[in-house]
Structure formats: structure tokens, C-alpha cells
């Protein structure tokens, strides 16, 4: 649309022309500005009406699929490599936006740099791997200018710098170097994934078996161990208390005032968004939300109404307050209320956003089942709980495909009956 409305403002002479000409005088810099704001108030203003009559609220950034096509000529191939990596950053929450991937990066790097740049790495790595894939042919790989191939191997540079204890490895780089290994299998394991559960998404998984493989036996090698603390999501015992409902970072804290508990409950809520990128923090919570919000101002409400469900629901079966302050209960509920809610694999609507409440809930009672059963081999379940809980309700077609979806199933499939009845359509073989 923007390149039309460029069309439509371009000047009848040409640049090289016009400055060449002995009446050229340099042209005030407020009508430059207008030039160029035209074009872009005329796109805007299009694409504004377009979405309007189709019933779709228009959105300013939304996922940004011009972001690079818009100035083709003028894109480098680093800057195109750097929004697929950005874009892979905030996959991890089903946003397809390099602005909210690098929001989500600067967030990160407030709450603890080294391992930021760790999950930097891995999506540099990961999103590298694919492009070089596709460049040879294989096939699978064509998701990566969405930032498909990114945000697993982003979630395997943050686990590794998270789980790997410090005082086993001499410095950084050895991290780095097994970063850049499990990022590089992640791409690989991705596609292998993804055609093993085709048409249902493979969401997280291959970031879960990578990592599982990579500190299942952590506590067997000499040069590194596993910093994973199973048990923090044990129940509360004997009588609930009111204290019980206090959400404290420690467990001789208490709460004094309904206060105390509100300001609890929200500061678990923003740890469980921030949980989702393993990191416990109120703050980098906010900018996540903020993110998201750039994108798809629906999904950042569910992702947060998701994490409040799983703290609520971890409260009212008697969960541990002091885990529910670290939202360990929450980042799972958030990405499956956001998965099914959101309309990220299909239509969005009341019966949708209930069925993701619903998951969020039953999130919580997987992801304490998954606790317990791993616990005994000193596993957490990571985000095993979600993609379960999620793949369950895309399989039980709880999230109805979009409109567009079904046209063009319909449209293929009328092609393949025509091809079976021996008449081939025009261009068709």
C-alpha cells in the first residue's frame, strides 16, 4: 500500500534532473517533510479503511510485514538477518515484530546481561543455521524470515547461561561454545518436530528436548553440573491459613494489609510474564507486556490474564507462596491462554478466549504433575506443561481455523477433485 501511495506522489522528474537544472533552489526543509509525510498519512489512511470494512481493528505495528520489503534496495542482507532475529525474539510469545523483539531484548538485558547475550547468541545461531539450510535447498526451513527459527534456539542460549552452574565452567566462552551446539541441533530437531506433528505447531517442544538432553546427565559430567532446583512448586501442608494467600518472596515475610496481598499477586503476575524469558522480574515483566502490546495488544491482556489464572489457581489448590513469587506456576499458563485465546493458530473470539482460561488452569495441574515425575530425576518441565496442554486443545479444534484458512482449503481442494476427475485446470499439471 506504501508503495502505491509513492507511486501516486512521484514527481514527473526525475531527481538527477531536476538538481541538475539551472533553476534548481534547494527546497524548504518542511515541504521535503511533507513529501515525505504524505505518502505515508495516504497509506496509513488506506490501510485504515481497508481494515475497517473488513471488521478488523487496525493496529499501528501489528506484525510489520513490509518492515524490510519497504526499502528492498536500500536493506542490507545484515539488516534483514538482524529483523528475522528480532522477530525470532518475540516468537517466543507468537509476536511476529523485530520492535517487539528488541523491546523483549533490552528488557532482558536489565534483568542479567551475560545471560541475554547467551539467548542473543543462540538466536543468532539458530536463525544462521536456517538461512544457510534454505540456501542449500533443504527443505523446512522457509519460516525463518518470520522469525521461526529463532525463538527456540533464543530459549536454548537463555537455559543454557541459566541452568549451567558458574563455578564448573572457567569462563564464558565454554557456555558460548555449547550454546552455539544446541542452537545449531535445536534448528535441526525443529524441522524434525514439525514434520513429525504436521498440521498441529510444535510450539516449544524443540527447545524442551534440547535442553532436557543437554542437562539430563549434567550431574555425571566433570566439567559442568546442572543448577536446575527441582521442589519449588511444593503444596503447602496441613490447614490453609490466610498467610497461605500471601504471595512473599520469603517464607517469614507475611502480609499485614489487603494491600500487601494485591501488590503480592501483581508482582507474581509480571514475574510469570517475565518467567516465560527466565527472568524474575517485575519490571522486565512490564516491557514484555509493553512488547507485546506493539503487536497485538489482545495477546499481551491474555499472556497477562494467563499468568493471573496460574497464580490463582496455584493459590486455591495451596501452592507454595514463595513459588508463586518466583511465578513458576505462571509462564506456562501465560503462553497457553495467549496460544489459545489470541487467535494465533486460528479465529479469536469469546468461546476461544474462555478455552484459554480454561487451559491456563489446566496448565497449572500438568505442570505440577510434570514437576513431581521429573523431580526424581532433578528435571523442571519447562515449558513441556504449555505445549501439552496447548496441542490438546488445537487438537480438540477448540480454535476454529480463519475464514482465509478455510477459503483456501476449500479452493485446493476443489483443485484436487477436479485433477482426480481428469480435468486439469488452467496452469495445472
Given amino acids: 500500500m506504501l508503495a502505491h501511495a509513492r507511486v501516486r506522489y512521484r514527481p514527473s522528474t526525475s531527481s538527477a534532473e531536476l538538481v541538475s537544472s539551472p533553476s534548481f533552489k534547494p527546497q524548504p526543509s518542511i515541504a521535503w517533510g511533507m513529501a515525505k509525510l504524505c505518502p505515508l498519512m495516504d497509506g496509513a489512511i488506506e490501510m485504515f479503511n481497508v481494515c475497517w470494512e473488513s471488521g478488523i481493528w487496525p493496529w499501528p505495528l501489528g506484525d510489520m510485514e513490509e518492515s524490510c520489503e519497504m526499502h528492498a534496495p536500500k536493506v542490507t542482507r545484515g539488516l534483514i538477518y538482524l529483523d528475522q532475529c528480532f522477530r525470532g525474539i518475540s516468537e517466543v510469545v507468537f509476536m511476529n515484530n523485530p520492535v517487539s523483539g528488541l523491546v523483549i531484548m533490552v528488557a532482558l538485558m536489565i534483568f542479567d546481561t551475560r545471560v541475554s547475550l547467551h539467548g ?125 494467600y500471601c504471595i512473599r518472596e520469603l517464607s517469614g515475610d507475611s502480609c499485614d494489609t489487603a494491600l500487601d496481598y494485591v501488590t503480592g499477586f501483581l508482582v507474581a503476575t509480571l514475574h510469570g510474564v517475565g518467567q516465560i524469558y527466565l527472568a524474575q522480574s517485575t519490571l522486565s515483566g512490564a516491557m514484555i507486556l509493553v512488547a507485546m502490546s506493539l503487536c497485538s495488544p489482545a495477546c499481551a491482556l491474555l499472556t497477562a490474564l494467563g499468568s493471573a489464572t496460574g497464580c490463582a489457581t496455584a493459590l486455591l489448590v495451596g501452592g507454595n507462596p514463595v513459588g508463586v513469587h518466583a511465578e513458576l506456576w505462571g509462564f506456562n499458563p501465560a503462553l497457553t491462554c495467549c496460544a489459545i485465546g489470541g487467535g494465533v493458530f486460528g479465529s479469536r473470539g469469546p468461546l476461544q478466549w474462555c478455552a484459554g482460561v480454561c487451559g491456563a488452569v489446566v496448565t497449572v495441574f500438568l505442570q505440577h504433575s510434570m514437576a513431581e515425575l521429573l523431580a526424581q530425576g532433578g528435571f523442571v518441565p519447562f515449558t513441556a506443561p504449555f505445549c501439552l496442554g496447548s496441542l490438546f486443545l488445537l487438537a480438540a479444534d477448540f480454535v476454529p481455523p480463519h475464514p482465509s484458512d478455510v477459503d483456501e482449503l476449500t479452493r485446493q481442494s476443489s483443485l484436487t477433485v477436479r485433477v482426480v476427475d481428469g480435468f486439469i485446470p488452467r496452469g495445472g499439471r
Fill in 120 to 244: 542473543l547468541l543462540g538466536v543468532l545461531v539458530s536463525t544462521g543455521t536456517a538461512k544457510v539450510l534454505r540456501a542449500k535447498c533443504y527443505k523446512g526451513y522457509d519460516g525463518v524470515d518470520s522469525g521461526l527459527f529463532g525463538f527456540n534456539g533464543f530459549l536454548v542460549g537463555l537455559g543454557v547461561a541459566t541452568f549451567i552452574a558458574d563455578d564448573k565452567l572457567e569462563s564464558n566462552v565454554e557456555q558460548a561454545i555449547m550454546v552455539t551446539i544446541f542452537s545449531i541441533l535445536c534448528c535441526i530437531v525443529q524441522t524434525a518436530v514439525a514434520g513429525w506433528l504436521t498440521p498441529m505447531p510444535y510450539l516449544t517442544l524443540p527447545f524442551n528436548i534440547c535442553v532436557m538432553r543437554l542437562l539430563g546427565v549434567a550431574h555425571s559430567y566433570t566439567r559442568f553440573s546442572s543448577a536446575l532446583v527441582p521442589g519449588l512448586m511444593d503444596a503447602t501442608g496441613g490447614q490453609m491459613t490466610p498467610q497461605d
